[in-house]
């Protein structure tokens, strides 16, 4: 199982970006899937989850701004972010936990957040 998180890069605040996470391996419309997210100094936090049933979650820093989302067909897991604040500059990964209860992380893409 292979994840690749992109999209990532420099936004000015109040901006939007959508996230990528394509992949391959498994079928992703059965599995448990989420975002996190790193900021430098700081521990890797939950940001957002999308449970096989469409059921979504997130965090309170970020509810009503960011919307999680997948695409089974292109088995593709998206991060839509809007109104976006320095506070959400960071490394941002993927993860999928599998059938077996195994977790797969992506590699992370970077998001930063400045004026």
């Known amino acids: 199982v292979q994840l690749q998180a992109s999209g990532g890069g420099l936004v000015h605040p109040g901006g939007s970006l959508r996230l990528s996470c394509a992949v391959s391996?498994?079928?992703?419309?059965?599995?448990?899937m989420g975002w996190f997210r790193q900021a430098p100094g700081k521990e890797r936090e939950w940001v957002a989850r999308?449970?096989?049933?469409?059921?979504?979650q997130y965090a309170d820093s970020v509810k009503g701004r960011f919307t999680i989302s997948r695409d089974n067909a292109k088995n593709t897991l998206y991060l839509r972010m809007d109104s976006l604040e320095p506070e959400d500059t960071a490394v941002y990964y993927c993860?999928?936990?599998?059938?077996?209860?195994?977790?797969?992380w992506g590699k992370g893409t970077q998001v930063t957040v400045s004026s």
């Open positions: 993860k999928l936990t599998s059938s077996y209860n195994v977790d797969y």
């Open positions: 391996g498994t079928r992703i419309g059965t599995k448990y």
């Open positions: 999308i449970v096989p049933g469409g059921t979504t």
